[in-house]
């Protein structure tokens, strides 16, 4: 299922999820990873920074499938970046996507950021899409 028919899925279930992210990305927190078979669409994804002071988040992708269908070189060694450092103001909520993004199986999305961990949460929602 690297690169589904979605039209073509079994189920199609709508989840989300809560992460407090770890502050370097040694301590990186994996915030979600695609199952075998399965492909998401996340709708959406906020940063909360719960601290007096601005902080700043990074969110990656890592193992992105090649996929089928368009022909394009993808780097297996990239891990590709939504945002990079950005600034999250002090006791503010911050939108990172204003447009679906779908990862395939194998698939992770991962962040860190704050000067201490659990200083940002993350918010998303996405739909799972069951091949």
Not at 17 to 22: A, D, I, Q, T
Not at 67 to 81: I, K, L, V
Not at 102 to 130: N, P, Q, R
């Amino acid at each position: 299922m690297a690169n589904p028919n979605i039209a073509a899925a079994t189920t199609i279930n709508f989840q989300n999820g809560g992460w407090s992210l770890n502050s370097t990305s040694t301590g990186t927190a994996i915030l979600l990873t695609v199952a075998e078979h399965y492909a998401i669409k996340i709708n959406s994804l906020y940063v909360c920074n719960t601290q007096a002071t601005d902080e700043v988040v990074t969110i990656t992708f890592a193992s992105l499938a090649a996929g089928t269908g368009a022909a394009h070189n993808n780097d297996a060694t990239a891990t590709p970046s939504l945002v990079s450092s950005l600034a999250v103001p002090a006791n503010t909520t911050v939108q990172l996507i204003d447009n679906p993004i779908y990862l395939l199986e194998f698939d992770t999305m991962s962040g860190f950021g704050g000067a201490s961990d659990d200083d940002l949460k993350v918010f998303a929602s996405w739909e799972v899409f069951i091949d």
